[in-house]
Nanobody
Framework: QVQLVESGGGLVQAGGSLRLSCAAS????????VGWFRQAPGKEREFVAG?????????YYADSVKGRFTISRDNARNSVYLQMNSLKPEDTAVYYC????????????????WGQGTQVTVSS
C-alpha cells in the first residue's frame, strides 16, 4: 500500500507559478512511477506529467504543458513535485498524483494509488 497526499494548490493569476508536492508513505516510493493528472469540471481526468521510478529517470509531459511544467522527484524524501510556470486559466483543475508499480502511463486506469487532489485555480 502507498498513501499519497498532494499539497501546494491555490489561486494564482495567469502567468504565475505554483509548485505542487506529492508526499508518499507506505511501501518504498522508489518502486513506483508517478504521474500527475488533472480534472476540470465536466471533463475527464487527463495526464499532465509523469516520472519514472528511479532517480534521474525519464520524464513525460502532455503537449499542453510541455515547456511550462516540470516534474521531479526526491526519493529520499518520498516526494514528487510539479513545478508549474506560466499558468493559464485553462490549467484550472483539481490536480492528482498517482503511483504505478511499473512505468509511467498516460491513462489513469493503469495507476494503483491516488491522492485526494489539490485545487489549482488560475484567474485571467
Amino acid at each position: 500500500q502507498v498513501q499519497l497526499v498532494e499539497s501546494g494548490g491555490g489561486l494564482v493569476q495567469a502567468g504565475g507559478s505554483l509548485r505542487l508536492s506529492c508526499a508518499a508513505s507506505g511501501r518504498p516510493f522508489n518502486d513506483y512511477a508517478v504521474g500527475w493528472f488533472r480534472q476540470a469540471p465536466g471533463k475527464e481526468r487527463e495526464f499532465v506529467a509523469g516520472i519514472s521510478s528511479w532517480s534521474g529517470g525519464g520524464t513525460y509531459y502532455a503537449d499542453s504543458v510541455k515547456g511550462r511544467f516540470t516534474i521531479s522527484r526526491d526519493n529520499a524524501r518520498n516526494s514528487v513535485y510539479l513545478q508549474m510556470n506560466s499558468l493559464k486559466p485553462e490549467d484550472t483543475a483539481v490536480y492528482y498524483c498517482a503511483a504505478a508499480f511499473s512505468r509511467v502511463f498516460t491513462t489513469a486506469r493503469n495507476y494503483n494509488y491516488w491522492g485526494q487532489g489539490t485545487q489549482v485555480t488560475v484567474s485571467s
